[in-house]
């Protein structure tokens, strides 16, 4: 019913910026809640920002909080992830996921993107 793809990564240095976008296809995107996670080589998967599905409420890991802003654009199908004074720590592959409720754990997201990588050199 929905399909995502994320765009934007690359190699930056620590303090750069990013903006990473997840464009989806499906005619109902409105009607989903949205997150962003991302995962580093042997790690698990971590919960990086959310937003609901009028984009009025927003939600961030303490970790990113005050750097990275969720915003979404309901008439594009598009949700972004603006990264700025990226740390070396903020390295992983970076998901979109889609589900009916705003949350933080990735097994209550319906649908994922592929992901896009984000490297961060010191």
């Known amino acids: 019913q929905v399909q995502l793809v994320e765009s934007g990564g690359g190699l930056v240095q620590a303090g750069d910026s990013l903006r990473l976008s997840c464009a989806a296809s499906?005619?109902?995107?409105?009607?989903?809640?949205m997150g962003w996670f991302r995962q580093a080589p042997g790690k698990e998967r971590e919960f990086v920002a959310a937003?609901?599905?009028?984009?009025?409420?927003?939600g961030y890991a303490d970790s990113v909080k005050g750097r990275f802003t969720i915003s979404r654009d309901n008439a594009k199908n598009t949700v972004y992830l603006q990264m700025n004074s990226l740390k070396p720590e903020d390295t992983a592959v970076y998901y979109c996921a889609a589900g009916l409720l705003s949350a933080t754990e990735s097994y209550e997201y319906d649908y994922w993107g592929q992901g896009t990588q984000v490297t961060v050199s010191s």
């Open positions: 499906g005619r109902t995107f409105s009607r989903y809640a």
């Open positions: 937003i609901s599905r009028s984009g009025v409420s927003t």
